[in-house]
């Protein structure tokens, strides 16, 4: 074998990261180090397979993906959609299962039913405007926030929110509902569209790996 250049695999922090981390570790890709709560280190290696791994806010991972800073990229498909950055989408891994909605108290129904002109507060700005412009035909206010989303109808900021659902219990807790599904989503692998190409080989072979291991598909 000739002289193998590094690979350079982002995560998602947070959510994402303990399930992507313990599904590379069944098919033997691992990295002890990066399991440790304590280390300040912010970028893992593995010298054995040649590989480098890292951890970064999800919005952040399509950046540094579609630069090529990182060959692949693990993160959700609402991150996907929202940041829009050109890089492939090539692997389902099933988990981090959940729905982005539109949510509000059960009050504002009736303002989506009546197209009416409302303030919509969300993390997600590209996927509320491509919902509410083009698909629904309404013209709305988008408000950006960056977390703690469901206290925006709560203290009046706005009438409805884009936002994550995944067991519904923030919205119960708040009294809130969902009103509509915008879609489905779940943790992605991303490569790198030049690197698709250059270490096609390498890169298929761990996408094939982390696909026959995955069983939370099922
Ligand atoms: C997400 C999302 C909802 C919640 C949904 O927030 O924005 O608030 O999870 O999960 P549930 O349906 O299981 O209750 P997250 O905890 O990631 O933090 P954030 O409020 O800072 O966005």
Request: hydrophobic share 35%.
């Amino acid at each position: 074998m000739g002289e193998e250049r590094y690979l350079t695999i982002a995560l998602t922090k947070g959510r994402l990261a303990k399930q992507t981390i313990s599904l590379f570790e069944k098919v033997g890709i691992t990295c002890e180090e990066i399991n440790d709560p304590n280390t300040r280190r912010l970028i893992f290696v593995n010298e054995e397979l040649k590989l480098h791994f890292f951890l970064a806010k999800g919005p952040d991972v399509p950046t540094y993906v579609e630069y090529g800073a990182a060959d692949i990229g693990v993160v959700g498909k609402d991150t996907i959609i929202e940041e829009h950055r050109k890089i492939y989408e090539v692997l389902d891994l099933g988990f981090g299962k959940c729905r982005m909605c539109v949510c509000g108290p059960e009050s504002a129904r009736e303002f989506l039913k009546s197209q009416e002109q409302i303030r919509v507060a969300t993390k997600y700005p590209n996927i509320a405007k491509d919902y509410f412009y083009n698909q629904r035909n309404q013209t709305v206010e988008i408000i950006k926030l960056n977390g703690s989303i469901e206290l925006a109808p709560i203290v009046g900021l706005s009438e409805v929110i884009v936002d994550i659902v995944e067991t519904g219990s923030t919205l119960r807790e708040n009294g809130l509902v969902v009103l509509e599904e915008i879609c489905p989503l779940s943790a992605r692998v991303t490569v790198n569209p030049v690197s698709m190409r250059m270490e096609n080989e390498r890169i298929t072979r761990i996408l094939r790996q982390l696909n026959e291991r995955n069983d939370s598909q099922l």
